[in-house]
């Protein structure tokens, strides 16, 4: 092709000529096939044709003319380029296609050129600001208003609010479950928390990023000192703790945060801390998606959270989460992983938070999270209501089991039917109203309150509707999530180590597929047995230390003891005072499944403290069990003597408790 001309605008079309060279068999066809277009068959060609001339706005003239467009509308595709950039009007004169970089000449094209990017960058901002509006309603750090897209204004207050939040640093030496008279290997992780109190230097975290410490520091934002911290409470069941540090220094150009309301909805939120992937602090913006009751995974119990889209990595976990109003509404604490899991991140909010702070304030220490101690069922079938004598007016919640060690044991039976909680109707379902257009179920009512606060129960009992009034407190568990910190209890006798059943042992001893790894009679025990006293505690063989005495049991481990000497074991406390004043020549252990160890208590006597210098263990029992066992034998338990300048070890008889305490301060 040799030349394009354009030969004026009839109607808005625009008539174009084309001047080819190209032999026939090597012309390319117009997209579409036009028909209009008709070349001779050899020799140098031309063909004409008509196209709409296009609009700024992309519509062919005519179109907005009510002018048909279908004729030449394939024609158009081969040159649309070209006529899209000219941007010429011609009016019957002649003129010939410059090139693309050429620009108009005629001033009244040049206007109506500039009006055309005028309202193209209005359309183009106001979507832009409608986008940011959408897509950043998390962002408070961008203001869709604003030329530079910074909050210049408020500029400085973010720089202080972000200065309130700090990094942690902790050395954790997790309890040996299997050897639990001493400790794993220390290792070290850092976490986020955040100031809420100056003059009393107070800072928040979470719970299990000081379990088990040995060392905790914090540092400021900006700042290359590390200062020691004190952990002043810790709240395992709402994942929760609270730290001080002493040096006063720390504390300069220190402004403490401002808690807010729960969030709605929808509300932007902002996460703050120190995740993994660099020392700075880091910050990330999303939405509020679900409000609801879900389960902490630290303390193994159900409280209120807010579900947000926001990242969540491993070192946010501790830092605030700031709303619009930058105001902090809750804490970071854990995620959801998983192929069908993506940004789900979960924040403690500010009704657990706050009820943290008071159960410190009122007790001195934090005391936990109340219970009714029941279970239930929900009352959705209708033959069920009608068996149960319920009205349709009526709704609540059928409780299958009372657990004998909650307060409320004697005032709720089972088959009783809880239709209100302190004034409010439980649905069906379970669930109460929460906010607007939201339901959440009615365990967040009891989570509310403290521990020896009473509330009013309306129940439907055979039948006829009656009033009880109860206290909350905190049932025994069988095998407890977790031990608050403390140090795990064990007792030996004749090479046999007996421990207390938890979450924390089964994981320990049999990994995170602990329920379906783990012996059935523990999970049992776990899953679907209550305590039937306070105090009472499943007791395990965890494993035999090889002996002369204990020959034959080499292969007994993790079995849960039922009986010694034909007495129901009860607690490990119980177990060692019935084996430390058991006078008979025997000891019989009676395990689940009928097994049966008898241990010759002469032996066992005289073999401890080979035993103990052998797999050197300090004592015969943890600490706790010096203190409350009852009947310990005249010799006491012994210990390993550290050994002498002559390089020879001894071994003796255990001093008083105090003295022991003085000399094994890590027991």
């Keep these: 092709m040799t030349g394009v001309t354009c030969r004026g605008e009839v109607s808005g079309m625009l008539t174009v000529s084309m001047h080819?060279?190209?032999p026939a068999s090597r012309r390319p066809e117009m997209a579409g096939g036009a028909k209009s277009c008709r070349m001779p068959a050899a020799g140098r060609s031309s063909a004409?044709?008509?196209?709409?001339?296009?609009?700024?706005?992309?519509?062919?003239?005519?179109?907005?003319?009510?002018?048909?467009?279908?004729?030449?509308?394939?024609?158009?595709?081969?040159?649309?380029?070209?006529?899209?950039?000219?941007?010429?009007?011609?009016?019957?004169?002649?003129s010939t296609v410059?090139?693309?970089?050429?620009?108009?000449?005629?001033?009244?094209?040049?206007?109506?050129?500039?009006?055309?990017?005028?309202?193209?960058?209005?359309?183009?901002?106001?979507?832009?600001?409608?986008?940011?509006?959408?897509?950043?309603?998390g962002n408070m750090f961008v203001d869709p208003d604003d030329d530079d897209g910074y909050l210049d204004s408020t500029e400085?207050?973010?720089?202080?609010?972000?200065?309130?939040?700090?990094?942690?640093?902790?050395?954790?030496?997790?309890?040996?479950?299997?050897?639990?008279?001493?400790?794993?290997?220390q290792y070290q992780s850092t976490s986020t928390g955040f100031v809420i109190d100056v003059e009393r230097k107070r800072l928040l975290t979470n719970a299990h990023s000081v379990e088990h410490h040995t060392q905790v520091k914090v540092k400021k934002r900006g700042d290359d000192q590390k200062f020691l911290a004190k952990v002043l409470a810790t709240g395992t069941e709402c994942d929760i703790a609270m730290l001080t540090v002493d040096d006063p220094k720390f504390w300069e150009d220190m402004s403490a945060l401002e808690f807010g309301h729960l969030p709605r909805l929808q509300e932007g939120v902002a996460v703050v801390g120190y995740p993994v992937g660099g020392d700075t602090i880091s910050v990330t913006?999303?939405?509020?998606?679900?409000?609801?009751?879900?389960?902490?995974?630290?303390?193994?119990?159900?409280?209120?959270?807010?579900q947000i889209d926001a990242a969540i990595n491993s070192g946010n976990s501790g830092g605030p989460v700031f709303n619009e109003r930058q105001e902090c509404v809750g804490i970071a604490f854990q995620s959801m992983r998983g192929e069908d899991a993506e940004n789900i991140g979960y924040v403690i909010p500010t009704p657990v938070v706050e009820h943290f702070l008071v159960d410190y304030e009122r007790n001195g220490k934090f005391t936990g999270f109340p219970m009714l101690g029941i279970s239930w069922q929900t009352m959705e079938s209708p033959a069920l209501r009608a068996v149960l004598k319920m009205t349709s007016e009526q709704s609540g919640v059928l409780v299958r089991e009372v657990q004998p060690t909650?307060?409320?044991?004697?005032?709720?039976?089972?088959?009783?039917?809880?239709?209100?909680?302190?004034?409010i109707a439980i649905s069906n379902d379970g669930t109460v109203p929460f906010r607007r257009g939201e339901r959440i179920a009615f365990g967040y009512l009891v989570s509310e309150r403290y521990e020896g606060e009473a509330v009013l129960l309306k129940l439907l009992r055979d039948g006829e509707v009656i009033d009880v009034e109860t206290v909350l407190g905190k049932p025994t568990f069988l095998v407890p999530s977790h031990i608050s910190g403390a140090e795990p209890s064990y007792?030996?006798?004749?090479?046999?180590?007996?421990?207390?059943?938890?979450?924390?042992?089964?994981?320990?001893?049999?990994?995170?597929?602990?329920?379906?790894?783990?012996?059935?009679?523990?999970?049992?025990?776990?899953?679907?047995s209550t305590a039937k006293a306070k105090g009472e505690q499943v007791v395990v063989l965890s494993q035999v230390l090889v002996a002369d005495v204990n020959l034959g049991y080499e292969g007994v481990d993790n079995s849960m003891v039922k009986a010694v000497n034909g007495v129901p074991v009860t607690s490990l406390r119980q177990l060692a005072e019935l084996a430390e004043g058991c006078e008979a020549p025997h000891l019989r252990l009676n395990l689940r499944g009928s097994e049966l160890v008898v241990i010759d208590m002469a032996e066992a006597r005289a073999s401890i403290r080979e035993i103990l210098q052998t797999h050197n263990i300090p004592a015969a029992m943890s600490s706790d069990l010096l203190r409350d066992v009852k009947g310990i034998d005249p010799a006491g338990p012994v210990i390993d003597v550290p050994a002498t300048a002559s390089g020879e070890g001894s071994v003796g008889v255990a001093p008083s408790v105090d003295d022991f305490i003085e000399e094994v301060p890590s027991l």
């Excluded at 002018?67 to 941007?87: C, F, N, Y």
């Excluded at 400085?156 to 794993?184: A, L």
């Design 285 to 306: 913006s999303g939405v509020v998606s679900r409000i609801e009751v879900t389960s902490y995974v630290h303390g193994m119990t159900d409280l209120l959270s807010i």
């Design 156 to 185: 400085e207050m973010w720089d202080k609010k972000m200065d309130g939040v700090i990094k942690v640093y902790c050395i954790h030496t997790e309890p040996n479950f299997s050897m639990p008279w001493q400790r794993r290997r």
């Design 98 to 137: 410059a090139p693309l970089t050429t620009r108009p000449d005629n001033a009244k094209a040049n206007e109506v050129s500039v009006r055309r990017k005028t309202r193209g960058n209005r359309r183009k901002k106001t979507r832009r600001k409608e986008e940011m509006r959408q897509e950043s309603a």
């Design 491 to 528: 007792y030996i006798v004749a090479g046999l180590v007996f421990i207390t059943a938890s979450e924390l042992y089964l994981r320990a001893e049999f990994g995170s597929d602990y329920l379906y790894d783990a012996p059935v009679s523990l999970l049992h025990m776990l899953t679907a």
């Design 20 to 22: 080819c060279s190209m």
């Design 406 to 423: 909650c307060p409320a044991a004697g005032a709720i039976m089972p088959n009783d039917i809880i239709l209100q909680f302190n004034g």
């Design 48 to 94: 004409s044709f008509q196209v709409p001339v296009m609009s700024g706005n992309g519509v062919p003239r005519r179109a907005r003319n009510g002018d048909d467009t279908r004729t030449g509308r394939s024609e158009m595709s081969g040159v649309r380029t070209a006529l899209r950039t000219q941007r010429q009007h011609t009016r019957g004169k002649e």
